[in-house]
């Protein structure tokens, strides 16, 4: 049945954490795919992580969801963008960085090459901006 796997005539085992079966017969049971999780066993469905949140394929608890790049929060928690002016290039719960000095980015940006130069100052993309010499501007 949905959620147990075996062979045909045989003692039926529940899917384990991590793991699903949505179908009847003798297939066996399927890692959870990334992005979703079940800590239940005889599962028959995954369960989806948070909004822009990921998680490994097989995963147990929603701790395993984490925040993709550019968003930052708790894992298995509410995800929220990097604000403007600050970027993150890697997933997990830690916090956006911000954007070099004099410059400035997207929100949600997900790369310090997001930075360019805010108004009035010049640099190289996602390095510190200097301010224009008085009778520039750009």
Do not use: M
């Not at 297939?27 to 800590?39: D, N, P, V």
């Not at 929220?80 to 830690?94: H, I, M, P």
């Amino acid at each position: 049945s949905r959620g147990f796997s075996g062979a045909d005539g045989a003692l039926c085992v529940p899917c384990s954490a991590g793991s699903y079966k949505n179908t009847t017969g003798n297939s066996s049971c399927l890692a959870c795919a990334a992005g979703t999780y079940t800590s239940e066993t005889a599962s028959f469905e995954c369960t989806h992580c948070p909004t822009q949140a990921i998680s490994w394929p097989g995963s147990v608890v929603l701790t395993d969801c984490t925040c993709n790049q550019g968003y930052s929060g708790p894992d298995g928690g509410l995800c929220e963008a990097c604000a403007q002016g600050t970027f993150k290039g890697f997933l997990g719960n830690s916090s956006c960085i911000e954007c070099p000095h004099g410059s400035t980015s997207e929100e949600g940006s997900d790369n310090v090459t997001d930075c360019e130069c805010s108004a009035g100052y010049t640099g190289a993309t996602g390095r510190e901006c200097d301010a224009c010499q008085p009778g520039k501007y750009k």
